[in-house]
């Protein structure tokens, strides 16, 4: 069976002189057009499905164009109204592939992981929190009780520690560079704050030892952000985790999940390598090896 792979060509956005990469999801998708994928065109999550996740003052907001100087400034993007549907795509986008999981064992979302959006505002990129809503949109919908974040993102998932800090149903796993942004990082289930220029084994020793706790937790569903940015070449990371490390990382995780028979639902999160390709080679590879762990 292929591996459910939810993307949208729309994930392109125009950011000129940014650093966030857009491109790289049409050269991931690009390059894994020959492998056992199923590729799935997203749509749009409502403002309803929005609203079990974020205040209603926001949403309003940002449905009205009245974002603040200082919103932006937070947010740190070049905002443009527009950009609302995108997110809203991408949401939707890991929305579904969250439903695909739970169907299928296993599904992935080129797009997601924006871990820093708050319930009452966006920071770092992050307008929504996709894997936030996710969540509850399946726990609203009865196709899951409880559910595992593991956030592998280099930076610290602040925004859904926050906003699942009194949920007991759902496990906060974070393991990100501990001297990085962002500043105030609200107490996950599980942190492990790594050193700067923390490497493979350091890296790989820490996983291990988290995931059983994870999986402890009795999840219905893992999230994985499998971020690129612990890469050893990010420009935002300052983390000296190899290529082959990191599909050591993602295999380690498919395993736990595998052995707990827990479905498990990847998004791709971030990743800033000053040559593009470097980021879509760590992300192809965790789409190889989710491949890999569902036909074996």
Sequence with gaps: MPLPVVYSRRYDISLPGHIWPTTKYRLIAERISGLSVQLIEPGEVSWEDLGLVHTQEYLTKIRENRLTNEDITTLEL?????????????????????????????????GGGLHHAFANHGEGFCLFNDVAVAV???????????????????????????????????????????????????????????????????????????????????????????????????RLGGLAVTKEGLVKRDRLVFAAARAASVPVVTVLAGGYALDVRDTVDVHVGTIQAMIDALIG
């Design 78 to 110: 070049p905002w443009a109204p527009e950009l609302a549907d995108a997110f809203r795509l991408m949401v939707g986008g890991t929305c579904q592939a969250a439903v695909s999981a739970i169907r299928d064992g296993f599904a992935a979302h080129l």
């Design 136 to 234: 509850r949109v399946l726990k609203r919908d009865r196709l899951l009780r409880r559910a595992a974040i593991v956030d592998c993102d280099v930076h610290h998932g602040n925004g859904t520690a926050m906003i699942f800090e009194r949920d007991p149903d759902v496990f906060t796993f974070s393991i990100h560079q501990q001297h990085n942004y962002p500043m105030f990082k609200p107490k996950s289930g599980l942190d492990i704050g790594l050193r700067d220029g923390a490497g493979d084994e350091e890296y790989l020793a820490a996983m291990s030892t988290a995931l059983p706790r994870v999986m402890q937790s009795g999840p219905d569903l893992v999230a994985y952000l499998a971020g690129a940015d612990p890469y050893e070449g990010d």
